[in-house]
């Protein structure tokens, strides 16, 4: 069995930047592999909720801790010129010591796209700007000087200086679920591929359509990373799990997925041998987002009797 990552969700909504700070510090002292934050302008689901931004709340994280990798589960290209996101990702490669993880996507939320004042065009031409970014990008971060005509984007005679301090560039990561574009951009571009949570208990299928892409194209299936986003309710037995499971029910409705055979929830044991179900099915990365109004807790008692498991 290869490394099992073990990636954690910050608190980010309706939270200050001091309680996202003592998070991303008691993550990194317990163990965890990455800490991530969402990419979003309005709070999710209702546009009125405080959310940190992202990049720049990701910029400080960096400066606080010393070893979790740090990224974005997902960034939409249409809000930043993805010149300028490979610059600012690169910063914070070198102010991190080279921790980044790049995650893209295209965007779901019409209404704050709208509210900022960026086009939100069709799915179809919102994964052409996907595959633009990922090519523009990676070109920026590997090229000393760069010029890209585009469809949706382009660049002239453009630097990305300092480079990122990881080689050959951080690892992008592309998230969603659609099944014949989107997947055959994952096999084409990415180093990993991120399973969104209310696709969670779909991951077999979803597997073997994405081995059917990297063929298609040529890649190495052993040179992806699979990751599943997913909602963990532990307990610390099955009765306490339960009765957090329907909490978070009643919280979260479908938006984290349905309860289904690969769902981690229950006790650590319980979770122990759902984890050992994804890794059967080729998936060795987990971004966790804890259920708890304090995610530190839950956490403790995830890196204290699931994580040795695995070590």
């Excluded at 900022?116 to 994964?127: E, H, K, M, Q, V």
């Amino acid at each position: 069995m290869g490394k099992v990552h073990f990636g954690v969700t910050l608190p980010q909504i309706k939270r200050s930047w001091q309680e996202t700070r003592a998070a991303a510090e008691v993550f990194d002292s317990l163990g965890f592999d990455s800490v991530w934050l969402n990419d979003h302008l309005f709070g999710v689901p209702m546009p009125n909720l405080p959310i940190l931004e992202a990049w720049t709340t990701l910029s400080a994280v960096a400066a606080v801790t010393q070893r979790v990798r740090l990224g974005t589960l997902v960034s939409p290209v249409g809000f930043r010129n993805p010149a300028l996101l490979a610059k600012m990702a690169a910063t914070v490669d070198q102010i991190s010591n080279g921790r980044v993880i790049v995650g893209l996507g295209c965007g779901w939320f019409q209404m704050e796209f709208e509210g900022y004042g960026y086009p939100f065009p069709s799915l179809r031409r919102r994964l052409e700007q996907l595959e633009e970014a990922a090519v523009l990008m990676k070109r920026l971060w590997t090229e000393p000087r760069v010029s890209f005509e585009g469809r949706h984007f382009n660049a002239r005679d453009a630097f990305c200086e300092p480079k990122p301090l990881q080689h050959p560039h951080p690892p992008l990561l592309i998230g969603g679920g659609g099944e014949r574009v989107l997947l055959h951009l994952v096999a084409a571009h990415a180093d990993i591929w991120n399973n969104l949570a209310v696709n969670q208990n779909e991951l077999p299928r979803k597997v073997q359509l994405l081995r059917e892409h990297c063929a298609r194209v040529g890649r190495e299936w052993e040179s992806l990373t699979i990751s599943q986003q997913c909602l963990v309710v532990i307990g610390s037995d099955e009765a306490d799990a339960e009765a957090k499971l329907q909490k978070a029910q009643a919280i979260y409705g479908g938006h984290m997925g349905t309860p289904g055979p690969l769902t981690l929830a229950g006790s650590p044991e319980r979770i122990v041998d759902r984890i050992h179900a994804h890794l059967a099915l080729g998936c060795t990365m987990f971004v966790m987002e804890f259920f708890g109004r304090d995610t530190r807790e839950p956490a403790r008692l995830f890196a204290e009797r699931v994580m040795p498991a695995f070590s």
